[in-house]
Nanobody, 115 residues
Framework: QLQLVESGGGLVQPGGSLRLSCAAS????????MGWYRQAPGRQRELVAQ???????NYADSVKGRFTISRDNAKKMVYMQMNSLKPEDTAVYYC?????????WGQGTQVIVSS
């Protein structure tokens, strides 16, 4: 399993941007599918974006065209650029790593979109 630490959350106005980062420690990072999930108060955790070890990317419909996930295997980092943020993007965002049916999670970073 990987150890994951998120950063980059905060308070932003509607229409603004944030960049989330996830630092991973452990071996064979490049073989993991990496993803960002979010959980808003009173709601279930949902997948926001995922990038596989081969570079295939999947986005939730609600963020397509606004969010961009990327990874840097040499630095063991995953990023998510979030543009045109909306109040409904407010949530705790979690970094996720999956391989062989085993998942690792970070502690989460809070994103608040409000004027």
């Amino acid at each position: 399993q990987l150890q994951l630490v998120e950063s980059g959350g905060g308070l932003v106005q509607p229409g603004g941007s944030l960049r989330l980062s996830c630092a991973a420690s452990g071996s064979i990072f490049s073989r993991y599918a990496m993803g960002w999930y979010r959980q808003a108060p009173g709601r279930q955790r949902e997948l926001v974006a995922q990038i596989t070890s081969g570079g295939s990317i999947n986005y939730a419909d609600s963020v397509k065209g606004r969010f961009t996930i990327s990874r840097d295997n040499a630095k063991k980092m995953v990023y998510m650029q979030m543009n045109s943020l909306k109040p409904e993007d407010t949530a705790v965002y979690y970094c996720n790593a999956e391989r062989g049916g085993v998942a690792s999670w970070g502690q989460g970073t809070q994103v608040i979109v409000s004027s």
